[in-house]
């Protein structure tokens, strides 16, 4: 079965604005993480927040992580131009072994 | 200096071709990964391999094979390339019993004929 379904598949918004993805998966995990893809490059791991956290913080980002509903929110702040990428959730449910189980991520384009 | 580099970067053959896509990275790390990305941009993991461990996805055919010449390297062949092996393929790296992240090479985008 899939983990990490990611919603919207697409989202278009202006300069500035905030950007909420979400996240859902299906078994228990270790951790779950968020990676961006800028077009026709490879992935770049933005956050990591752990089965036992509730909330992180890194500069503009901050994840969410609800263990009872299976599901997690990456909120991007004050959008800018170069945050034009697909946003993936990656579950690790091995730790490390089994390699990230991905969805198929929100591909977001910020106007300027 | 680039932490987890492939080569080549893209990658022209034929069908029924037997071709091979290399790996390394520079971060001591001691966990390799190879992920394959469809045209709908889905990531799939394909191998993880550690200390000699290797852990297959069962999905994969055994026309691949991964192989560690060393720590720092897990290199990707394939036998007899189908037109659905068209696809980018990623590998990966992380220290196990690190903080869990893993650090993704540029991508080798294969196109089968």
């Known amino acids: 079965s899939q983990q990490g379904e990611e919603d919207p598949q697409a989202l278009s918004i202006q300069e500035g604005e905030n950007a909420t993805m979400n996240c859902s998966y299906k078994t228990s995990i270790n951790n779950l993480q968020w990676y961006r893809q800028n077009s026709g490059r490879g992935l770049v791991h933005l956050i990591l927040?752990?089965?036992?956290?509730r909330e992180k913080h890194s500069g503009r980002l901050r994840v969410t992580l609800d263990t009872s509903k299976k599901s997690s929110s990456l909120l991007i702040t004050a959008s800018r131009a170069a945050d034009t990428a697909s946003y993936f959730c990656a579950t690790d449910t091995g730790g490390g072994a089994d390699g990230l189980t991905f969805g198929k991520g929100t591909h977001l384009i910020i106007q300027p | 200096d680039t932490a987890v580099s492939q080569t080549p970067k893209y990658l022209v053959t034929q069908m029924g071709n037997d071709k091979s896509i290399k790996c390394e990275q520079n971060l001591g790390h001691d966990t390799m990964y190879w992920y394959k990305q469809d045209s709908k941009k889905f990531l799939k993991i394909m191998f993880s391999y550690n200390n000699k461990e290797l852990i297959i996805n069962e999905t994969v055919p055994n026309r691949f094979s991964p192989k560690s010449p060393d720590k720092a390297h897990l290199n990707l062949h394939i036998n007899s390339l189908e037109l659905g092996d068209s696809a980018v393929y990623f590998c990966?790296?992380?220290?196990?019993?690190?903080?869990?992240?893993?650090?993704f090479g540029p991508g080798t985008r294969l196109t089968v004929l």
């Open positions: 990966a790296s992380t220290q196990s019993g690190g903080k869990g992240e893993q650090f």
């Open positions: 927040i752990r089965s036992n956290e």
